[in-house]
């Protein structure tokens, strides 16, 4: 479905959206603490960008690296193509005859587990990894209590671009983490398992997208959630209408690349921001959303070319291009469309638009366009 | 100084006011204006649309125009934004366009904060997305507006959300679009201002649209129109308009 009619309904729960903007007002100003008053801020997510840079550069490498580790530490590792493969691994891996408990994380949402906690008694968990640290083979998730220290079967499922090279990566990481997402501004406290798992690791598109040289860098989200806190569609909508995929402003720009840009989820997303630029300007990482949702807007419109009857809005848009192309036709344009449109105005007010505008028209006027461009006002002041 | 002016395709059809204020204020300050004809679009529309083929021909023909002009000013953040941030990455060879939105040539370029404008009226200053992120204009506008006679300044709660405009946005998600602008006008409405400035006619288009529409007295003027406002000799006094944006006397 598109994002705008998933929108809608979501949009006429006013109790929700209260509570979502009371809610990412609160997030907002637990950051604002925790990085405000940090000096170090912005070194840090130069270097926290730039460990995920590198890290993507060489993922082979460093999945590599982690294979060996956590099958030298006695777990082993299965490699998973898509959701459903990740769920048959994982089925194959739990006992029968227990229920198994469940860590979420956006990995396991994205490949639809559910299931309780873990309590002292569980015997068998699927736990959605933070990170894991590839030169030890190391588990880490945020801080659980005893939920990674029971004794039973213990399945660990994260995406390929969660390996981190070293401990000191993993450093500055957590550190970006709590700042941006909960508002920490002490390196959280975490849980680590090393050895004695089953990992799964999950691809289900991300190659695709590390095969974009405009969106891979996408893939370095450490998944703190501060640009959904931020992000004034986000808050009004909520996540539903991001679809199954990562919701807010980094969902917009990953969803349309695991998908691909044809269907009418994947081709709105693109669109459903107003390229405010608050994403960018907390995400720890420094992952430049706006100028991704401006490229994957390009990717929309270029799948749409070659279809053999253009959509009105193609022929619109070529068409003010080509008017555009020069000041002569430019100006005829204007002064056609003005005088069009000021047949449509009362009072200087446009209260109705066809066609495409209808909808700016649906909840706003439009001033009437005036008689005299400003280039018609500079000729004759001359 | 010789200051070209980009008046934006948008300002010269639907806002020219917005744009004789810039060449009042300009020849106020003691600054020779030149229009250049052949300017046409700096192509933000297209590039933000996903029309990247389109927009890069515009973004190249504007370079071509504004060729050989050492200071250019645009009443608008988008664009200068758009010429800023996105030429380099259409291409690399049409970085460097010294293009500046009007405050950052104000207080930056010509050095003044006072410009010798009156403007009676209770204004509070919507910070546009491009020029608080893409541009980084800070205080310069809130600098300008404060040193404005008889104005009195009202602080926007949250001021630096969005207002909900977004270009292509504001059409293809209409309903969030205006979801925005409703909690936008609500905080401006607290304010108890009876104007709302930006330094960008478009989303001035669409907080002034919205508040058009309620019918709620607030209006949406440009920051050159006050700047250009009660400055005397120099042409007549911008008419305080009451529809959509403002009259913008024919
Ligand atoms: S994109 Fe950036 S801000 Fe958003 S969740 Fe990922 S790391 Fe956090």
Known sequence: ?382 | MRIAVFVTCWGDALFPATGRAVVRLLEHLGHEVVFEPAQTCCGHMHWTAGYHPEAIALARRLTEVFAGHDVIVTPSASCAATVRTAYPRMDPALAGLPVYELSELLVDVLGVTDVGARYPHRVTYQPTCHSLRALGLGDRPLRLLRAVRDLELADLPEAGECCGFGGAFAVKNADTSVAMVADKIARIHETGADVVCATDDSCLTHLGGALSRLRSGVRAVHLAEILASGLGAAGPAPVPGGVARRADAP
């Open chain 1, 1 to 382: 479905m598109r994002f705008s009619d998933a929108a809608r309904p979501e949009l006429g729960d006013p109790a929700a959206r209260r509570g979502r903007r009371r809610a990412a007002a609160e997030a907002r100003g637990r950051r604002a603490d925790a990085v405000g008053g940090f000096p170090g801020w912005e070194a840090l997510r130069e270097a926290g960008a730039a460990i995920r840079e590198r890290t993507l550069r060489e993922l082979g490498t460093h999945l590599e690296t982690l294979e060996a580790a956590v099958e030298e530490e006695g777990g082993h590792v299965h490699w998973a193509r898509d959701a459903a493969e990740a769920r048959r691994i994982i089925d194959s891996l739990l006992p029968d005859d227990v229920p198994a408990a469940l860590v979420r994380s956006d990995v396991t949402d994205e490949i639809g587990l559910d299931g309780a906690e873990p309590g002292p008694h569980s015997k068998a968990a699927v736990v959605g990894a933070g990170f894991l640290v590839a030169e030890t083979g190391t588990l880490v998730v945020a801080e659980r209590g005893d939920g990674l220290s029971f004794p039973g079967t213990l399945v660990a499922v994260a995406g390929i671009e969660d390996v981190v090279p070293g401990w000191t990566d993993l450093e500055v990481l957590l550190q970006l983490v709590s700042r941006a997402g909960a508002g920490v501004p002490m390196r959280p406290a975490i849980s680590t398992r090393t050895g004695d798992f089953a990992l799964v690791l999950l691809d289900n598109g991300r190659t695709t997208v590390l095969a974009d040289p405009d969106g891979r860098a996408a893939l370095r989200c450490v998944h703190c959630s501060a640009c959904s806190d931020v992000c004034p569609v986000f808050q009004r909508t909520g996540p539903r209408p991001y679809g199954p995929g990562r919701a807010g402003p980094i969902g917009a720009v990953l969803t349309p690349q695991v998908r691909g840009v044809e269907a009418p989820l994947g081709a709105s997303l693109p669109f459903a921001s107003t390229l405010c630029g608050a994403c960018a300007d907390v995400c720890p990482v420094k992952i430049d959303i706006p100028a991704m949702l401006v490229h994957l807007r390009g990717r929309v419109v270029d799948a749409r070319r070659g279809r053999p009857v253009p959509p009105p809005e193609m022929l619109l848009m070529r068409g003010l291009a080509w008017s555009m192309g020069d000041e002569r036709r430019y100006e005829h344009t204007l002064v056609r469309r003005a005088r069009w449109a000021r047949l449509l105005a009362r009072d200087g007010r446009i209260r109705r638009l066809p066609g495409l505008f209808g909808k700016w028209t649906d909840a706003r006027d439009l001033p009437a366009p005036p008689r005299q461009s400003f280039r018609a006002w500079w000729r004759r002041r001359r």
